[in-house]
């Protein structure tokens, strides 16, 4: 008998281990990537490659033909699955009841699937499946999670991936597991087996963002290694970034380490910091361990002299471009 009610990830995976999969289920939430990777092995350990006994509904289906095709007995096999994609019965707005009473009593022999980006938990729907089946809310995974899963991900590829490297992977590209496994197959692709993907890894190949790039550049300048900030600043501007969010970019990054050394002076640890912040713990380690490299007060100077760069470049008193160069030889 299958547990009802609002699952984990650690329940999910249990679920999946104990094999007992049969009922209702509710995939909801942004998280693509859990949708897809908990309904592919639904329908792995349940009807396999079986195509006679599993159905999917991709645009808005009649309730009633969901009803009958899960009434059905299955083909020659224990199960049969119903997948239905962005249903729209979970809005709280004309609902249906012959649905809602029918996910309490659907055949053992059929799983039943509701995959859906956004649900109204006040929905009678979403309160029937929530009392007689499955409810997962697919929700971007914390950093922490997420750099496990990049982890096991490179593993079953033969790879390896440094901490470091996933950090970056998540602060340049974001918490979207499909748009992350996607640069983590290119980096698969153009590495050897048994190889440790690294940051330079990472850099050379993944479409990264401004901010983590603005990372590196704010670093180098901190470290005082002028040539290598150049060599950032420069593959910026080769990249077409505009000279003017480049500029914002740096002096908003210089007093996000004012703020993480201020705090981390104050006797705050990382994880009060990233609170007060908005941000991951990682980042807010790699701010303070930038910032320990200057004093509070030649922050501030640096604040103030890129606040001068831009109130000059704005004014037509200086140019963009040149702003930057002046910013980064300091």
């Known amino acids: 008998m299958v547990e009802k009610g609002v699952y984990t990830i650690q329940k999910m995976n249990q679920l999946l281990a104990d094999g007992n999969l049969s009922g209702v289920y509710l995939f909801h939430g942004p ?3 859990f949708k897809d990777f908990y309904c592919n092995k639904i329908k792995e350990k349940s009807v396999g490659e079986d195509v006679l006994n599993y159905t999917k509904y991709t645009t808005k289906t009649d309730p009633v033909d969901i009803i009958e095709i899960c009434n059905g007995y299955p083909m020659f096999a224990d199960f049969k699955m119903v997948v239905v994609c962005e249903s729209e019965y979970f809005t709280g707005k004309n609902e249906n009841e012959d649905l809602i009473k029918f996910v309490s009593s659907v055949p053992e022999t059929t799983i039943l699937v509701f995959r859906e980006s956004k649900v109204d938990k006040r929905s009678k729907l979403y309160k029937a499946i929530e009392s007689y089946g499955v409810v997962f809310n697919c929700e971007r995974q914390k950093p922490e999670m997420i750099t496990k899963l990049l982890a096991k991900v490179a593993k079953s590829k033969k790879r390896g991936i440094t901490q470091e490297a996933a950090q970056l992977m998540i602060m340049g590209i974001g918490s979207d597991m499909e748009r992350l496994l996607s640069e983590l197959e290119k980096l698969v692709l ?6 440790v993907i690294n940051e330079e890894h990472v850099r ?6 401004l901010g983590s790039k603005i990372w590196d550049l704010t670093d180098a300048i901190a470290s005082g290694n002028k040539e290598k900030a150049f060599v950032y600043l420069k593959a910026l501007l080769d990249a077409r970034e505009p000279a003017e969010m480049i500029l914002f970019s740096i002096t908003k990054n210089f007093i996000n380490l004012y703020n993480a050394k201020s705090l981390h002076d104050q006797g705050k640890n990382y994880s ?10 990682f980042v807010a380690r790699k701010a303070c361990q930038q910032a320990s490299r200057l004093s509070l007060k030649t922050l501030s100077d640096k604040i103030e002299y890129c606040l001068d760069m831009d109130e000059r470049s704005k004014t037509g008193r200086i140019n963009t471009v040149r702003a930057l160069e002046l910013i980064v030889s300091l």
């Open 272 to 281: 009060q910091i990233a609170s007060i912040m908005g941000s991951p713990e």
């Open 204 to 209: 050379e190949t993944c479409a990264l963002s």
């Open 31 to 33: 998280e693509e990537y």
């Open 190 to 195: 153009l590495t050897a087996q048994d190889e």
